[in-house]
């Protein structure tokens, strides 16, 4: 069992800037497909972003140019830096790290985007 644990979530004003943070336990990081979801209320959730192994990103074109996914394989931790925020990135993010067949989603973390 993989254990993940976002954090970084918060308020910030439109056309701001926010990271999170995911932290998967494990010793073979490096191998996880690693991404972000999110879920706005009464949304399904979507992906918004994905990297693999070897930090190949894939984005939506609803975040691409705004969102950054990057990976640190030596602290075991994956960042997504989200510029030129909209309200309607409002949701809760969820990380979820993909090996060996399986999902293993961490809690999620809020993020609201608001004046």
């Not at 954090?7 to 073979?28: D, F, I, M, N, T």
């Not at 990976?71 to 931790?77: L, W």
């Not at 993010?93 to 060996?100: E, I, P, Q």
């Amino acid at each position: 069992q993989v254990q993940v644990v976002e954090s970084g979530g918060g308020l910030v004003q439109p056309g701001g800037s926010l990271r999170l943070s995911c932290a998967a336990s494990g010793k073979v990081f490096s191998s996880y497909v690693m991404e972000w979801h999110r879920q706005a209320p009464g949304q399904q959730r979507e992906l918004v972003a994905h990297i693999t192994g070897d930090a190949s990103p894939y984005y939506p074109e609803s975040v691409k140019g705004r969102f950054t996914i990057s990976r640190d394989n030596a602290k075991n931790t994956v960042y997504l830096q989200m510029n030129s925020l909209k309200p309607e990135d409002t949701a809760v993010y969820y990380c979820n790290a993909y090996w060996n067949t399986r999902n293993n989603w961490g809690q999620g973390t809020q993020v609201t985007v608001s004046s």
